[in-house]
């Protein structure tokens, strides 16, 4: 990061994130994630579930080595821990595994077994949220796959924005995309994808938490199906 990047104050970050949000609205995700090395540097990252490696791919045709930052919850299907093993294996990016400060067995014994069924949101706090606020203290920026057409709740969801809970600029590069357009490009470059996309999961979150959707349903809905609950509070 050079000095003026941190001299920036949060104020000026945020102005800065509405800005480009306005700027970049009609911008292709490279063309935004360009505006996003060129603004941050080594102060920005993309993080990535392992869903697929759409984002990631993306940086780095922007900038090679770029961190991809992943989330191993203790929760996660064998195929999601699959395919981080090879987005790191066979693209040109730095993947950073966050853990929380608990392992499973930590956290059965602390609060009891199967907190995501009894508190799922303190379950995301403890195993999602904490880690990543950790993790992302040495930047500035970050970027996420979120889509506007997966649910309604990420209906309005900026290309850039101010992530207000942890003072940083929030990049969304592929937020005006469509599942065809994800399709067409995975079909393109022949990026990784997690094997479960096949067999049924839309949307791919902690085992225990996440489960098939059915026909008609939004891509979100195989989310803590049965409940209100509809982000683990990455997002929002």
Known sequence: MTTAQEERTAEELKALAEQAGRD??????????QWAVDTFGPGFCVT???????????????RKGVDVVFLDTGYHFEETIGTRDAV???MDVNVITLTP?????????EYGP????RDPDLCC??????????????????????RRDESPTRANT???????????VKISPIARWTQ???????????VLTNPLLTDGYASIGCAPCTRRVLAGEDARAGRWAGRAKTECGLHG
């Open 88 to 90: 790191e294996a066979v």
């Open 158 to 168: 900026p290309v850039v924005g101010w992530d207000e809970k942890r003072q940083k």
């Open 24 to 33: 970049l609205e009609d911008a292709s995700a490279l063309e935004i994630l």
């Open 180 to 190: 065809d357009d994800v399709d067409a490009y995975v079909a393109e470059h022949g």
């Open 114 to 117: 199967k907190l995501h069924d």
């Open 101 to 109: 400060r608990q392992t499973v067995a930590e956290q059965d014994a």
């Open 48 to 62: 990535s579930s392992m869903e697929d490696a759409v984002v990631a791919h993306l940086a780095s045709r922007v």
């Open 125 to 146: 706090a403890l195993r999602k949220v904490r880690p990543l606020e950790e993790g992302l203290k040495g930047y500035r920026a970050w970027a996420t796959g979120l």
